[in-house]
């Protein structure tokens, strides 16, 4: 099976633009979340989809959204990009039937914001 | 509260063993997981623990217990390639995973 798949993998921008990061998940797999991995605060939690409905939701501000489509992709949006966005973004899928679930990470994509 | 830590960075030896520490509150508890990161890498899987005791899986063994919202994961006969982050997440009364900010393990020749 393919892994999980993150796109773009690098991306340069500057204060204030929006940005769209894609995440295609595990075939098969119905839950996607997103993180936001900085080196000194570690994994932090954003949003979890399972069939195309947020299921749950960490403590980020509304500037940060996402959704899910019908075939599991996920995307995360990013409006008003501030410099503290910087970091790297990792998806992560899991078969989403019970309520726990190994997680299977994608590369991520590591955002620059200028 | 919901809060999980572990040290920053560790040093070991190539060959010895090494024992990484988490401890964990939160509001209720459902699971533990370690997952070993490669600097530019994604995290991948090593271990989950719902129950008290030992789990061992070659070199590397997983430890739980509930009483002491403690945790740690032992790494025998450390490799060169064991030089990488590992990082312990738990999940809370809502399922949802909270995750320590990982601990980087720097293994010397």
């Known amino acids: 099976k393919a892994g999980v798949t993150q796109t773009p993998r690098y991306l340069i921008k500057t204060r204030g633009q929006q940005v769209t990061l894609s995440c295609s998940p595990i075939?098969?797999?119905?839950?996607v979340s997103w993180y936001q991995q900085t080196p000194g605060q570690g994994l932090q939690f954003l949003f979890e989809?399972?069939?195309?409905?947020?299921?749950n939701k960490g403590n980020f501000p509304g500037r940060f959204s996402g959704r899910q489509f019908s075939n599991s992709r996920s995307e995360m949006n990013v409006s008003t990009l501030e410099l503290g966005d910087s970091a790297l973004y990792l998806c992560?899928?899991?078969?989403?039937?019970?309520?726990?679930?190994?997680?299977?990470f994608g590369p991520g994509t590591r955002l620059t914001v200028l | 509260g919901q809060n999980i830590d572990q040290p920053t960075e560790m040093t070991a030896t190539e060959g010895a063993i090494v024992q990484i520490n988490c401890t964990y509150q939160?509001?209720?508890?459902?699971?533990l997981f370690w997952y070993q990161q490669h600097a530019g890498e994604a995290p991948t899987f090593l271990s989950y623990?719902?129950l008290d005791g030992l789990e061992e899986k070659g070199r590397f063994s997983s430890f739980l217990s509930r009483s002491k919202g403690y945790s740690y994961l032992l790494l025998k006969e450390l490799q060169m390639k064991d030089s990488a982050s590992y990082l312990c997440?738990?999940?809370?009364?809502?399922?949802?995973?909270?995750w320590g900010a990982g601990t980087k393990l720097i293994i010397k020749p």
């Open positions: 997440a738990g999940y809370d009364s809502n399922y949802q995973l909270i």
């Open positions: 939160t509001s209720g508890f459902n699971g």
């Open positions: 075939s098969g797999h119905r839950s």
């Open positions: 992560a899928s899991s078969p989403g039937q019970g309520d726990v679930d190994e997680q299977f």
């Open positions: 989809y399972f069939s195309e409905t947020q299921r």
């Open positions: 623990n719902v």
